[in-house]
C-alpha cells in the first residue's frame, strides 16, 4: 500500500503560499523551491535506516547512531524536478542524481519522454523521485514506470503541490511507493492545471515565461 503523507508544517505552508503568489519573481522563486524539498526531503528520509557505532567524545567513547551508508539516488524529473535537487542534496550530500526528460503535450496532456540517464546500480538504490507538480499524474506514472523496469523496488516521489485527480492515478498506478506531497490542491482546470496551484512551475523555475 502506499504511504502518502500530506505535510502540515506550518513553515512549508508559508513558503507554498509564496510560491503561489504571481508576485514571487524567478529568484525568489527558484530559493523557495529548494528549501521546500529540503524541509520534505527531512519528512521523506526519516526512516532512513542507522547502525551503531563507536564515537570517541572528548570524554567517553560510546555506540550512537550513524546512516547505515544505504545507496540514495535522487531522479529528478525534467524540467521542474530540477529545482527541488539542491535542497535535497543539502541533507545527503552524497546521493547520485540521475534524469529522466518528461514534457506534457499541450493538446493530450500526455507525457513524452526526451532524456534519461541514471546512476549505476540504480536497482540498488532508495530513489528519490522530485517534481514540483502533481497534475494528472500522467509524468510521474511514466516516470515510475520506467525507474520500476530499471529493477528500483524502493521508491519515494516528492511533489510540491498535488491535485487529487494525480494523487489518485499515481496510487492506483504504483500501490507500493510513498508519496510526499506539500499541498493536495482543489482540483484541475481544463487545461489540466492544477487549480489554485502556482502556474507552470518549469517556467516560473527558468524564468521562460
Ligand atoms: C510539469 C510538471 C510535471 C508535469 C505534471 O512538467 O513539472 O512534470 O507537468 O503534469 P501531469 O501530472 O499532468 O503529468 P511539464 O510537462 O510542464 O514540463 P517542464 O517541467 O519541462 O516545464
Ligand atoms: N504542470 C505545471 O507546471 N503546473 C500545473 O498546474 C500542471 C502541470
Known sequence: MSKVVIMDHPLLKHKISLLRDERTGTRDFRVLVE??????????????????????????????????????????????????????????????VGHIGLYRDEVTHKPHEYFCKLPENIDERLVILPDPMLATGGSAVTAVDFIKQKGCKNIKFMCIIAAPEGLEALKAAHPDIDIYVGSLDERLNDNAYIIPGLGDAGDRIFGTL
Open 35 to 96: 528549501e521546500i524539498a529540503m524541509l520534505m526531503g527531512y519528512e521523506a528520509l526519516r526512516d532512513l535506516p542507522t547502525e551503531e557505532v563507536m564515537v570517541k567524545s572528548p570524554v567517553s567513547e560510546s555506540m550512537q547512531p550513524m546512516l547505515s551508508g544505504k545507496k540514495l539516488a535522487v531522479v529528478p524529473i525534467l524540467r521542474a524536478g530540477l529545482g527541488m535537487v539542491n535542497g535535497i542534496l543539502a541533507l545527503v550530500p552524497s546521493a547520485k
